[in-house]
Every structure is written in structure tokens, then in C-alpha cells.
């Protein structure tokens, strides 16, 4: 004869809880899985933090070493003088007209900064403000 297996109420509320916990976990992570870490923060300069090439900035001393802020960009833009790519780090490009390191970018999404486009010819697009809404 079979004897039916009983839990007690302590199993079942625990047996519960594991669910809802392993539940809720799995909807975390569904939920962060679009989620990817900004390369250029907007608001880098005004948590007191260096802005790489391409951020946001109010002065030269918001700026990673050795770039400067051009305040001609609506919020600022950290750019560094260059002759070659090379000399502007990893994820920038050397936009040789301005012989100026800017963000590179690949679609107009990579470019995070409001106002901010992909701009240049193919295979050597970056961020940049379009020269009609730079400050005269």
C-alpha cells in the first residue's frame, strides 16, 4: 500500500518562497539583458569624474588628461589636437579636417550625448555636434 507523501505547511511555505525568489531573479535578468554600460557618461563632468574624448565637460580640467573642452558644443566636448587615430585612444578617431580626436561611432545610436550625431565619410563616422547648431 502507498502512503501519500505529505509536506508540512514550513516545507510548503519555504518550497514558495524559492520559487517567487528564483522567479523574481530570472525577471531581473531578462530585464537587464538590453542593459550595457554607457561609453560616454553626459554627466561625467558634473560628478567630478574626468571625461574621456567625446564627453560632456566645462573646463580643460574636466576633461581626461592631455584633451581639452571645446565649449562650442552644447554641454562641451573633450577633444584632443592629433595627427593620427593612434594618438586618441581606443573607440576615437582622428577627423582629419580639424585634426581633432572625436568618438568614433558606427550608427547614430553609438552617439548617446542629446544633439550629438554620427557624422564624417563611411568607415570613419564620429560624434560630433552638426556645424549649424555649434555656438557662433
Known amino acids: 500500500m502507498l502512503v501519500p507523501f505529505s509536506r508540512s505547511r514550513d516545507q510548503e511555505y519555504r518550497m514558495i518562497a524559492r520559487h517567487l525568489l528564483t522567479s523574481a531573479s530570472v525577471v531581473l535578468l531578462l530585464g537587464c539583458a538590453s542593459c550595457t554600460p554607457s561609453k560616454t557618461p553626459p554627466d561625467a ?8 574624448i567625446g ?15 571645446d565649449l562650442d558644443d552644447p554641454g562641451g566636448q573633450c577633444t584632443k589636437k592629433c595627427t593620427t587615430s ?7 578617431l582622428c577627423e582629419p579636417h580639424e585634426k581633432e580626436c572625436f568618438q568614433a561611432c558606427k550608427t547614430q545610436a ?27
Open 45 to 52: 563632468a558634473k560628478l567630478g569624474a574626468r571625461s574621456p
Open 55 to 69: 564627453g560632456a565637460c566645462v573646463t580643460d580640467a574636466s576633461c581626461e588628461i592631455g584633451a581639452t573642452c
Open 86 to 92: 593612434a594618438e586618441c585612444g581606443a573607440s576615437n
Open 110 to 136: 553609438d552617439c548617446l550625448r542629446p544633439g550629438y550625431r554620427c557624422l564624417g565619410p563611411p568607415n570613419a563616422t564620429f560624434c560630433d555636434v552638426p556645424e549649424e547648431n555649434e555656438k557662433p
